[in-house]
T-cell receptor, first 114, second 110 residues
Framework: DADVTQTPRNRITKTGKRIMLECSQT?????MYWYRQDPGLGLRLIYY???????NKGEISDGYSVSRQAQAKFSLSLESAIPNQTALYFC?????????????FGPGTRLTVL | GDSVTQMEGPVTLSEEAFLTINCTYT??????LFWYVQYPGEGLQLLLK?????DKGSNKGFEATYRKETTSFHLEKGSVQVSDSAVYFC?????????FGTGTSLTVIP
């Protein structure tokens, strides 16, 4: 089984709808991240969490919110989806051993907002 | 602010050709540097990393050396294969956040 899973894998929705993307991990990592990927822009950080009680905004948090329900679960919500939120969304985890960090990515959720 | 700049693609090479993908960075302090690879339809996977100046990361025939004097971490492979076709991302880690480049698409033709 995959260490980092995302649901759904694909979603088509309409402008104004509330959407939740879910991420679960079995790696036991404290740190979790949400990114979006757009052609020509690479990955941009939306939110990150270093533990259940720690949530931080990333580069492009406007229009998004997150919930860290447990160490293993980190959800991303779009309160009122708009077309320019159409993108590929990735969840990632990491567990720095005090030195260099490595991220482990989920398979991605392709979201289309009509 | 902290950032990564990598060469734009797409890059198309014949099998067994030499590959270089340039990456330069801007960061305060002493970041760790990474190359990630994304195969079609998949998430990113770590390819290699280096944690301090002059370190060389290597994996699957790919190499990159952390050059502090030129703030660079160029990816190289001596002989590419069709299976290397993917998107390659340079990234840096500052202790809290990762910063990714825009990605370079590589296609290797037989």
């Amino acid at each position: 089984d995959a260490d980092v899973t995302q649901t759904p894998r694909n979603r088509i929705t309409k402008t104004g709808k509330r959407i939740m993307l879910e991420c679960s991990q079995t790696k036991g990592h404290d740190r979790m991240y949400w990114y979006r990927q757009d052609p020509g822009l690479g990955l941009r950080l939306i939110y990150y969490s270093f533990d259940v009680k720690d949530i931080n905004k990333g580069e492009i948090s406007d229009g998004y919110s997150v919930s860290r329900q447990a160490q293993a679960k980190f959800s991303l919500s779009l309160e009122s989806a708009i077309p320019n939120q159409t993108a590929l969304y990735f969840c990632a985890t990491s567990d720095p051993p005090g030195g260099a960090d490595t991220q482990y990515f989920g398979p991605g959720t392709r979201l289309t907002v009509l | 602010g902290d950032s990564v700049t990598q060469m734009e693609g797409p890059v198309t090479l014949s099998e067994e050709a030499f590959l270089t993908i340039n990456c330069t960075y801007t960061a305060t302090g002493y970041p760790s540097l990474f190359w990630y690879v994304q195969y079609p339809g998949e998430g990113l996977q770590l390819l290699l990393k280096a944690t301090k100046a002059d370190d060389k990361g290597s994996n699957k025939g790919f190499e990159a050396t952390y050059r502090k004097e030129t703030t660079s971490f160029h990816l190289e492979k001596g002989s590419v294969q069709v299976s290397d076709s993917a998107v390659y991302f340079c990234a840096l880690f500052t202790g809290n956040q990762f910063y990714f480049g825009t990605g370079t698409s590589l296609t290797v033709i037989p």
